[in-house]
């Protein structure tokens, strides 16, 4: 019977390889995680249920259409605050299974506009769900 070990030249390459790319990491001190710069519970209807974040003071939304939502957050975000540093995740509360995309459309020092699309992975067609939203802005 034929050892599953690895053994011969290949694997003292992938061991090698391991090595360097553990050596390459960067050591990053150990620390706080990240605090979301804004979040929200979205209604299905389009309005805000509950809101926060370290940098946000208001929160509003619209509906846009079906499972089209315009989250719209103030406060203080920062001079670098772009739509390349603005990282949001969303997530579709439904009683069966939908899930949810957003996309940044604007962002700034000021104001960060984000559009959460809630849907039917099944069918691929848009539904009304409630929704969260929580927004990092990152380097």
């Not at 001190?29 to 804004?38: K, T, Y």
């Not at 605050?81 to 949001?88: A, F, M, Y």
């Amino acid at each position: 019977m034929r050892s599953r070990r690895w053994s011969g030249p290949l694997c003292g390459a992938v061991v090698m390889g391991i090595g360097v790319i553990l050596a390459a990491m960067p050591v990053v001190a150990a620390g706080a995680a990240p605090d979301a710069v804004a979040f929200a519970r979205i209604s299905s209807t389009g309005s805000v249920v509950s809101f926060g974040g370290t940098k946000t003071k208001t929160a509003t939304a619209s509906r846009a259409g079906t499972g089209d939502y315009v989250v719209t957050f103030t406060g203080s975000y920062g001079p670098s605050t772009t739509t390349d540093t603005i990282i949001p995740l969303s997530t579709a509360e439904s009683a069966i299974f939908a899930v949810s995309n957003a996309v940044v459309d604007s962002a700034s020092k000021g104001t960060l506009v984000i559009d959460v699309f809630t849907f039917d992975p099944a069918t691929e067609t848009d539904v009304d769900n409630n929704c969260f939203v929580a927004v990092f802005n990152g380097k």
